[in-house]
């Protein structure tokens, strides 16, 4: 099956820099990668997502860039703010996997420095 | 609209009860998943619903879990003599249509969640 892992675990920037986080997945197959920003005790909300036929999203402050031949992904956040600070997920899955499920990388802890 | 809501929030179980977590998905969505989250961690999938049909149910880590969706709307997970490696976080999440098919469609909503703490 998919295992896909992020990295880092943890991430401390200051207000204005920019912020990335990477992800590798295992099954050739995945074709859909969305991207989850949850806050403390609350619900994962997508933030972005990206279909294995584009190699590059983008929206505002937020992008996404996919490569598929070495099966990894990554978010940047530029002009990172306080509110950004949250616990990111990146996610694989897709019909073609036969499991229609995402598979959840381990997050990692953004936080902001006012 | 309204999203995905779960009930109930909190759970405090004593081992060996049962427990019936309830999902009233986004209405009209087609896909109903659970997914369960340990403390630091990542979503982890536990079974999957297209409609009433239960498509996958590889994640269910025993057979004391047991997911319904009888009318194809809300789905209940019921956890049967509960144990303590049970205490996590139970999210659903629901999605417009099939998994896969592109267009925004498969975006996979998610509830609040129930917190289930097994003591």
């Known amino acids: 099956g998919e295992n896909v892992e992020q990295h880092p675990s943890t991430l401390s920037v200051q207000e204005g820099d920019s912020a990335v986080i990477k992800c590798t997945y295992s099954?050739?197959?995945?074709?859909?990668f969305p991207w989850y920003k949850q806050e403390l005790g609350k619900r994962p909300q997508l933030i972005i997502d990206?279909?294995?036929?584009?190699g590059e999203k983008k929206d505002q402050r937020i992008a996404v860039t996919l490569n598929k031949t070495a099966k990894h992904f990554s978010l940047h956040i530029t002009e990172t703010q306080p509110e950004d600070s949250a616990v990111y997920f990146c996610?694989?899955?897709?019909?073609?996997?036969?499991?229609?499920?995402?598979?959840f990388g381990s997050g990692t802890r953004l936080q902001v420095q006012p | 609209g309204a999203g995905v809501s779960q009930s109930p929030r909190y759970k405090v179980a004593k081992r060996g009860q049962d427990v019936a977590l309830r999902c009233d998905p986004i209405?009209?969505?087609?896909?109903l998943f659970w997914y369960q989250q340990a403390l630091g961690q990542g979503p982890e999938f536990l079974t999957y619903?297209?409609?009433?049909?239960?498509?996958?149910k590889s994640g269910l880590p025993s057979d004391r879990f047991f997911a319904e969706r009888p009318e194809g709307s809300v789905s209940t997970l019921k956890i049967q003599r509960t144990q303590q490696e049970d205490s996590a976080v139970y999210l659903c999440?629901?999605?417009?249509?099939?998994?896969?098919?592109?267009?925004?469609?498969?975006?996979?909503?998610f509830g609040p969640g129930t917190r289930l703490l097994v003591l």
């Open positions: 999440a629901s999605s417009l249509g099939l998994a896969g098919t592109g267009g925004g469609q498969e975006t996979q909503y």
């Open positions: 990206i279909r294995s036929n584009v």
């Open positions: 619903f297209q409609n009433e049909a239960q498509l996958d």
């Open positions: 209405s009209g969505h087609v896909s």
């Open positions: 099954d050739s197959a995945s074709n859909y």
């Open positions: 996610a694989g899955g897709g019909m073609d996997t036969g499991r229609r499920a995402l598979t």
